[in-house]
Every structure is written in structure tokens, then in C-alpha cells.
């Protein structure tokens, strides 16, 4: 039972704000203990520039003189985040600066990759952490067991199709970020062709190739109602972005949120056929 939960056990409620707070203060606890870890010039002027603050001089801070001695390693880019966190979500962007903006050699970067990871899960903050080669990102959750299994696992499958997964990528980046325009549910609906292009091994368009993919899955003996999901669901796409090209390109979250589940499904469903199949050849 970790502390939060046995707070509840005892009645204390922990609300949204309490355990962003505590998240904060886990973080500072982690950096502060990185004394020893070290953090290059290149990668700390990468970091002030990404969240823009000024460079701190070593001879010259004001922290430097607050605390008596220069700060060193993850200490040091604390200093930049400890004054970022009026916002939760700015300060979780700084977080992922951090991350994305390390250079060096000597620091092991799935170090600093566990200790926002633990302090996420620990404090049953509403965001996940994903990675991608570019870096990482921080999205919002939703349910749990449809995220791992529609966002996470068919995000890493999709690493054997390289133009769908950064074209997915691109689009839990743009809902991660909280922009919930047409590009959103347009870039899902380019993954999903890109995917179905990569693994049909042709140029077809998604309209096009909704009949394919529909083939396939019969011909590995997928049943003609569970197979037929495609045609509605590719309408779906087209009658959305249809829509919401009319009203400012402002989509509702809950309706990305269904679309993106249902890229993730299609997608896990193809690739489940796929693997079961070439088991049973074996």
C-alpha cells in the first residue's frame, strides 16, 4: 500500500491538487538526491532555452549565493524547474525538457526517465509517460486498462511501420498538449492509412484500402461482422473531420478520445490476426 492509498484507507482524502503537489515536491526530492550525477553545460543551456529562462552563471547566480556553494548535477536543473510550478502543466512540460534536452554522456537518461515515471505512478497523477525516438511526452490518461491496451501496446507495435507510428505519435503529441483541433482526429486517421499502406504493402487510400484490409481479415477466417468494423469506423473518420471543419477546427476531447481508442483497436486487431496467424503456421 503506498501513501496515498493508505491515506484513503485512514479517510483522508488526497484530491487532484494534493497529489500535483506532492508529484512536485517527489520530483524536487529526486533531483535534489542527484547530487553527484553529472549534468553538462551544453545540456543546461539546452534546458534554459527550451523553457525559457535565463542561463545561471555558476560564479554569478543568486541561488548560488542563497545556498552557499554551486549546485551540482540534477541539483542545478532543479533550480530551473523549482520555478515553474504555479502551473502543474507547465511544470510537467519542464519535466519533459529536461528529459528531451540532456546531451551528455556520463548520465544515464532511463535514470531520469524512472524517476518521472515512479513519481507519476506513485502519486496516481492522471498522466502517463510514452517515449518515442524523438524523446518523451507526458499524456493524459484515461482509463487505464484501454490505454495500455489501444495507445501503449499498439504504439509499440506500430515500431515495425515507421510512417504510422510517427504520424500516431504526432497525433498523441497534439492531444497530450491539449489541442483538440481537426489535425488531431486527422493525423489518427493518416495513421491508420499509413499503417494499412505498410502492412498491405501498397499506396492505396484509406477508402480504398478499407475494402483490403476487410479481405484479408476474412481470408484469415475473421469473422464478416467483427472484419466489417473498418467501413463504419472510416466513415466515422470522414464525417468528423467533415464536421469539424465547419465549426474553427474545435473538436470535443471525449470525441478524440473515441477516435483515438478506435485507431488503437482497428490497429491491435490487424496485428493480433497477423500474430496468431503466423503462429499457427509455425
Not at 42 to 56: C, D, F, K, P, V
Not at 119 to 127: K, N, S, T
Not at 157 to 183: C, E, M
Request: proline letters at 2%; glycine letters at 6%.
Amino acid at each position: 500500500m503506498d501513501f496515498i492509498d493508505y491515506r484513503k484507507a485512514l479517510g483522508l482524502s488526497f484530491d487532484d491538487k494534493s497529489k500535483q503537489d506532492l508529484f512536485i515536491k517527489r520530483i524536487g526530492v529526486f533531483m535534489e538526491s542527484g547530487e553527484g550525477t553529472p549534468f553538462d553545460e551544453q545540456s543546461e543551456m539546452s534546458l534554459a532555452y527550451m523553457i525559457g529562462e535565463r542561463y545561471l552563471l555558476a560564479d554569478t547566480s543568486p541561488f548560488n549565493m542563497a545556498i552557499g556553494e554551486d549546485p551540482i548535477g540534477l541539483q542545478r536543473a532543479w533550480l530551473y524547474l523549482s520555478k515553474r510550478t504555479e502551473k502543474f502543466e507547465d511544470f510537467l512540460s519542464c519535466v519533459v525538457a529536461l528529459y528531451n534536452t540532456y546531451h551528455g554522456k556520463k548520465l544515464d537518461k532511463e535514470t531520469i526517465f524512472g524517476g518521472i515515471k515512479r513519481a507519476l505512478d506513485d502519486c496516481h497523477i492522471r498522466f502517463r509517460i510514452l517515449k518515442d525516438s524523438d524523446g518523451i511526452f507526458i499524456f493524459p490518461e484515461g482509463a487505464k486498462e484501454l490505454d495500455d491496451a489501444l495507445v501503449s501496446e499498439p504504439l509499440e507495435w506500430l515500431k515495425s511501420y515507421p510512417i504510422a507510428h510517427k504520424t500516431f505519435v504526432t497525433a498523441l503529441q497534439q492531444y497530450s498538449d491539449g489541442i483538440f483541433i481537426r489535425d488531431v482526429a486527422d493525423n489518427l486517421r493518416k495513421a491508420l492509412e499509413a499503417f494499412l499502406q505498410e502492412f498491405l504493402c501498397n499506396q492505396k487510400n484509406l477508402e480504398s484500402n478499407k475494402n483490403e484490409i476487410c479481405k484479408y481479415l476474412g481470408e484469415q477466417g475473421v469473422d464478416a461482422g467483427i472484419s466489417g468494423l473498418y467501413q463504419p469506423l472510416i466513415n466515422t473518420y470522414k464525417n468528423i473531420n467533415d464536421r469539424i471543419a465547419k465549426h474553427n477546427d474545435a473538436v470535443d476531447k471525449k470525441l478524440l478520445e473515441f477516435i483515438l481508442y478506435q485507431t488503437g483497436l482497428l490497429i491491435r486487431m490487424v496485428i493480433s490476426i497477423k500474430t496468431e496467424s503466423e503462429e499457427d503456421a509455425d
